[in-house]
Each structure stands twice: as C-alpha cells, then as structure tokens.
C-alpha cells in the first residue's frame, strides 16, 4: 500500500492509500467517490501527440506548437488550475518570453475573493485551524458535499480538535445557505437559510442589521434573529464562501468585506474560500509573487498590464493562437467564448480527451499530476502540499512540455 | 423503509395468534424486529386467497432479511465517499483515535466503518453499539449522512 495525495478537489487529501498490482490500481482506501473517478480517469479516453488530426510523434507535436506560439502576435495562455506550481512557474515564464496574455479559471470563478484574501482584506485561516478551534462553520453558497465531500468529515464539521474535542455532538454548528435544499444543507438541518437566486446581498444587509440589534428585511425574521445570536456567542467562526455566492455579488464583494470586518469586531471570524480546482490558489499566489496581480496578466510589450480586458471571456475574442493546460475551456465557458477559442489555433495539453483537444490543431498528451507525476501544490487554504507519483508513465509532465516548448521557441 | 402498518396490511388481521402473539399487529412489528420469520403466520402460507399478499409482504420484506446483524444497510450506489460516518462513529474513534478522531481514515483493522474503492464498507459489525443484548440505539452513521446511503432496519 502506497500514501498517495489525491488531486481531484483542492482538498488535497493525503492519507489515501492505493494498492498498485502490475501497474494497476487495485484496491484504494479512504478515497471519496468524487476522487475515485478522477483516480479511474488513468484507464479510460487518454490522449496521444496529434498534429491536424493526424497522430504524430511528441517532439514533432512539441515543435509544431512552439511554432504556432512563435508565430503568433498575441497568444493567449490559459487553464493552469489543474497543474502542478513548477508548471504554472515555466507557463508564467513561458508568457514573459512570448509577451502573451496569462489567465487561469479564477478570473471567472473565485478570483474576486481570491484577490481579497491574498491582499489580506479579508482575514483568513489554514483549514487545520477550522478543524482545532472553530465552532461555527457557514457554507455560503457552496455543497461542499458534492464538491468537497471530505470537507466536512477532515476539517470543518465532525472531526475532533484541540479546542473542539466534542466537535459536532455538543460544540460545532453548521449552517448552510444556499439557493436550494443541498446535501450539505440536509446535514445543517435547522441551520439551513434559503436565498433567492441573487439573492446573497440582501441577505447580507440582512446579517448585518441583525448584528445590529435592528429588524432584518427578510421573510424569516425570527430565524434570522437567532442567526444573529448564533453568530454573536461564536467563539472562532469560518465561513466558507462558494461560487454560489461569488456570481451572485460579483461587483458587490464590499459588502461581503464589510460583513466580515462587523463579524470581526464582536468575534474572531474567517473566510475560506471553496476552490475547486486542486491548484487554482498556487497559480494565483504565484502570479502574484510575480507580477501583484492574481490573474488576466498580459505580457504585451514587456510590461505586465492588468484588468478586465486581458481576461480569458476577452482575451479569447482578440488572441490570434491559444495554449489551453489543465482546463477544458470549450466545456466550462460561455458559448460565445468558446466559439472564439476553437476559432483560432488552439494547442491543448491534457492528459485526456476533452472538447478542447477534439478541436484543437496540436494535442500534446501529458502524465496526471498527482497520480503519474510528482509536484505541488496549493491546498484551498493556501498549505503548500508536496506530492509523489506512484504510477508509471513514458509521458512527459507538464512542465517538461512547456520547457520544451519554450526551448524549441 | 417499510413501516409496520405496511407490513400490517399484507398480513391476515384475524388475531388467530398461530405465530404464538396476540395480534397480527404484534406479529408486523416481530417482523420488522426481525424476531419472526414470515414462514411463522401459517394461514398467510397455507391459504390461498392470501397468495397475493404473501408475494407482497416477501418482496418489500426482502431487502430488511437481507440486512446486515445490526439492521444496517449500505447503499453505495447513494454513497458519496464523503466520511463522515466514518469520523462520527464513536466505536470507529475508540479504535483509532489518532487518526478517525482528527478526520483521516483509519488505519486499525478494529474500525467498523471505513470507506474503500470510493464508498463506505462495513466491517467487525459485533463491535457496533447496536449489537448484542446491551444494545443502543445509537444514529451516528445515519444522522451525518448527507445522502441517506446508510439506514437502520
């Protein structure tokens, strides 16, 4: 039996522990349902090197995309959620040489938050915190359930800790809201408040006037009273906003900052945010080590320029070739995006087969991080988590492919 | 699950007390206990116009004979891997306090609930505070599960 770290949720549990017999996996322990279809993926619909729809050998696949990259004016880069740091640290590298625009999956999904909590705005906590002291854990927006499902069970509602050695029975609560009665929420029982589809900033005044001590504009004004009550005896309180919440307020983040300031004035409380891909939060942390913007970084003329325009939903429309690593654009975007994207010269390095590599002019197959190549990686709460192959594999990782393209270049 | 006003109604209703209780109602609820069988009701197997409902009575009692000693029953086509009857079940953090009681998974062979190839499997089910004739009624696995994949008979 191997301990393996499983890469299929930002989670980035490392106690799983796999049995290989002849190269195969053979029996895996403490892998939850969600991780045990990314650990199948290995078997079934890989991809192989292909020019034109024609198969070809790797470094001729490798060639023919620094090529296109070259030749183009305005690439753009982009995915980058699903791979290991020292691949978004040679794509980065790769996007300063070529002067190309860089975006990864937050800019339309936890960037917003993102941004906040790295910029320190919005206090924050590691996950093993969550499991020691906190005893009041918020899901905003957000089924960890279905998303995360060992959230609950490693970290924010049963495990015990050091504070809480009587956890879920008697010390922690856990409340839920959400637009419709999740499995997370089944579990938050009485704890559940249901918001209307956009309905996450009234909901907000609503906290904070009961704060207050005033009478909250809602249908459910004694709920939301005992809500301000819970919220006030909290001793260590965490919420976790999902993307629920995040497209609901969009440009009315402020006010979800000024409700965690009130919150911190009367107790100690912290935002985690729900990632979903397992390394979304390293290539932000690294962009930002590098050029003081999380993501939407162009490179055009040497200098790196931010803002909404050098951001995939844009970028797509104005790039002349694109690079797509560890995302499937053509699946996850707006339509209007992803006709723009398959419209240009599209290389795609996935491990396996997707929207994006059907449609693209070069597919360069790569080993899956966490299972046949090593790195690391950033867990949700910004732990650096440091991983090991146990499969073995002829395919090159990420990063070989990009240094190796940025070689060919 | 099947409630015993259910299983009621499938049985004769005549009180003849052959199955050695007082009334058939007794008897629905023996066998929900899984103290009778049904074979005991000997009119419900010898008379023919009860033939219908003895076919009905074996087909929603089915899965409830086929439970475990406990009365559990997994479902894993329901089952999300997610754990958490894994970390809230207190034999499973009796036996491996180190690492159940922190939320990892278990590494003791003692554990009676642990989840492998991505859904919950039970083992050592003797050691669940269910079993035996000092039993509890204890809901530590159904109550946290967030998709109903774990039952009591």
């Known amino acids: 039996m191997a301990v393996v770290t499983c890469t299929g949720c930002s989670l980035l549990c490392d106690d799983i522990e796999a049995a290989v017999t002849n190269e195969k996996l053979s029996h895996i322990k403490n892998l939850c349902r969600k991780g045990h279809g990314h650990f199948q993926a290995v078997f079934s619909e890989r991809t192989v090197p292909m020019v034109n729809g024609q198969k070809v050998s790797m470094d001729e696949a490798i060639s023919r995309a ?76 957000a089924d960890p359930s279905n998303s995360h499902p060992r959230h609950l069970s490693r970290f924010s509602y049963y495990p015990r800790g050091e504070k809480r050695q009587k956890s879920y029975e008697e010390e922690r609560t856990c409340i839920a809201v959400d637009v419709r009665h999740s499995a997370t929420a089944e579990i938050c029982g009485n704890y559940y408040f249901r918001v209307p589809p956009g309905g996450d900033a009234d909901f907000m005044e609503a906290v904070l006037a ?18 301000g009550s819970i919220l006030k005896k909290t001793e260590y309180g965490v919420i976790f ?21 009130r919150l911190n004035e009367i107790t100690a409380f912290k935002a985690v945010p729900m990632v979903g891909h397992y390394n979304m939060r390293g290539f932000n942390e690294l962009l930002r080590e590098k050029t ?49 994207l398959a419209g240009v010269p599209l290389i795609a390095i996935d491990p396996r087969r997707s929207l994006a590599t059907d449609a693209a002019a070069v597919t360069i197959p790569s080993a ?14 910004g732990v650096r988590v440091k991983f090991e192959p146990f499969l073995k594999t002829d395919l090159p990782t990420d990063e070989q492919i990009l240094t190796g393209i940025m070689e060919a270049i | 699950m099947v409630s015993a006003m259910e299983v009621y109604m499938l049985l004769p209703k005549t009180n003849c007390k052959k199955c050695g209780l007082a ?53 894993p086509e329901k089952c999300f891997g997610c754990g958490n009857c894994v970390v809230a079940c207190p034999v499973n ?14 590494q003791s062979d003692k554990v009676i609930l642990k989840v492998e190839d991505g859904v919950v ?27 109903k994949a774990i039952e009591f008979v």
């Open chain 1, 292 to 340: 003081g913007f999380i993501n939407s970084v162009s490179f055009r003329g040497g200098k790196p320029s931010h803002g909404p325009e050098q951001s995939v939903i844009a970028a797509a429309k104005s790039c002349d070739a694109a690079l797509v690593i560890g995302s499937d654009p053509l699946s996850a975007l707006p339509f209007a995006t992803a006709k723009a």
């Open chain 2, 93 to 106: 953090v009796a036996a491996d306090p180190t690492r159940c009681g922190i939320g990892l998974g278990p």
């Open chain 1, 368 to 381: 899956i991080s966490g299972l046949e190549a090593g790195g690391t990686a950033v867990r949700m709460d």
């Open chain 2, 23 to 75: 009334t058939c109602m007794a008897f629905a609820v023996g066998l929900l206990g899984r103290e009778k069988k049904i074979d005991e009701c000997t009119p419900l197997i010898e008379e023919k116009k009860y033939e219908a409902k003895l076919k009905k009575l074996r087909e929603i009692m089915a899965p409830i004979e086929n439970a475990s000693e406990t009365g559990l029953i997994i479902h």
């Open chain 1, 210 to 227: 009961v704060l207050e001590g005033k009478i909250p504009r809602v249908a459910d004004k004694k709920k939301m009273i005992e809500l």
């Open chain 2, 121 to 147: 499997v039970c083992n050592n089910l003797k050691e669940c505070r269910r079993f035996g004739p000092n039993k509890i009624l204890c809901n530590a696995c159904t109550a946290t599960c967030p998709s």
């Open chain 1, 66 to 141: 620094a090529e296109i990259l070259k030749s183009a004016k305005n690439p753009l880069l982009y995915g980058w959620s699903n791979c290991t740091l020292e691949a978004q640290a040679a794509g980065i590298r790769l996007a300063e040489k070529l002067g190309a625009t860089i975006d990864d999956t937050s800019s339309f999904c936890q960037g917003i938050l993102m941004e906040r909590i790295l910029d320190g705005r919005i206090p924050t906590c590691t996950l093993d915190d969550v499991r020691n002291y906190a005893d009041t854990s918020i899901f905003w927006g």
């Open chain 1, 241 to 261: 906003p999902g993307l629920g919440m995040i497209y609901s307020m969009q440009d009315k983040m402020d006010l979800f900052e000024r409700l965690m300031a």
